[in-house]
């Protein structure tokens, strides 16, 4: 049986309490979810409903209270610093913000050397591997000896997620990460999502609180409201016809969907629709509309 890339199973995390003022909180409740190998599960909801917690959970950069996370057959909900640091090489992050995100005082060159140096790369072989993740990103070679500033939103978080690329990960977990640029650079660096994920067979769990670009880059679509999923499934059903309340008020609110995809993808999120499917039949949780 090909088992998930990714299983998060019924999470808990709560936030330790400050006092009387500050009780603890449980933001996340019994949350379950599955990734496939190569495939990108969306993660939607309003601002404040848990989905950049989530995300940070299975980074290990939130505590987890109950429930567990499995990672390609390993339970790494209470993964130690070491742990982490070999984890590293197949689970990355590209955040929200590519103005923070990067350091504005080093070049992209060593920018993008970091995670390589970290693993050992002999610095030959990081140079190689630097030029090729530019390319793979649409950046001029050149662009190594810049800085961030020299570059635009839309280039920054290309540089991050060259960054995040560096050591052929098997998910990355991408945090409102088109949410920062403005509405054509966000449908460019989309597609170099889809792009990348077509090339690498990279799995993404894709947090956004718009509805419109879930669709765009979605196989799966899970809806988190105030830290329950409380819908998921297939992108084009849940955007379609959803279930729950609160995904019908999301839809009234999106705006205008994306352009429709090529054939081509429509094809991928079949075979991985089908993938799923037999994957669920043959565990016995097939989950709704999947
Ligand atoms: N370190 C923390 N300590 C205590 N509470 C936190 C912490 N981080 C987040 N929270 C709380 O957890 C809840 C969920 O926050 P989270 O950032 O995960 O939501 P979100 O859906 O990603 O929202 P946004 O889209 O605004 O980023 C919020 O009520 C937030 O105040």
């Given at each position: 049986m090909t088992q998930p890339l990714l299983g998060v199973e019924r999470l808990g995390v709560t936030y330790p309490g400050r006092g009387f003022r500050r009780p603890a909180s449980?933001?996340?409740?019994?949350v379950s979810i599955e990734i496939a190998h190569g495939e990108t599960l969306g993660l939607v909801g309003e601002s404040g409903s848990g989905k950049t917690t989530l995300g940070r959970a299975i980074l290990g950069l939130a505590p987890v209270t109950s429930g567990r996370i499995i990672f390609d057959g390993e339970?790494?909900?209470?993964?130690g610093r070491s742990e982490r640091r070999r984890l590293a090489k197949d689970l990355q992050v590209v955040f929200q913000d590519p103005y923070t995100s990067l350091?504005?005082?080093?070049t992209i060159e060593s920018i993008l050397a970091e995670p390589l140096q970290a693993a050992g790369a002999p610095t030959q072989e990081a140079r190689a591997r630097i030029r090729e993740l530019l390319d793979q990103v649409g950046?001029?070679?050149?662009?190594?000896?810049?800085?961030?500033?020299?570059?635009?939103g839309g280039q920054r978080q290309r540089v991050a997620i060259a960054r995040a690329l560096a050591l052929s990960p098997r998910l990355i977990v991408c945090?409102?990460?088109?949410?920062?640029?403005d509405l054509s650079t966000q449908a460019r660096v989309l597609d170099l999502f889809i792009e990348i994920q077509e090339r690498t067979g990279v799995a993404y769990l894709f947090v956004s609180h718009d509805l419109a670009v879930i669709r765009h880059i979605s196989h799966r679509v899970a809806v988190m409201y105030r830290g329950e999923i409380v819908e998921q499934g297939d992108a084009e059903l849940v955007t379609s016809e959803p279930e729950h309340p609160y995904t019908q008020r999301l839809l009234l609110a999106a705006p205008v969907a994306h352009p429709v995809r090529q054939e081509k993808r429509r094809a991928e999120r079949f075979r991985l629709r089908e993938l799923h499917r037999e994957q669920n039949l043959q565990s016995g949780a097939l989950p709704a509309r999947v």
């Open positions: 449980a933001v996340l409740k019994e339970d790494i909900s209470h993964a350091n504005p005082a080093m950046l001029p070679a050149d662009a190594a000896r810049r800085l961030p500033r020299e570059f635009s945090d409102e990460p088109v949410s920062a640029l």
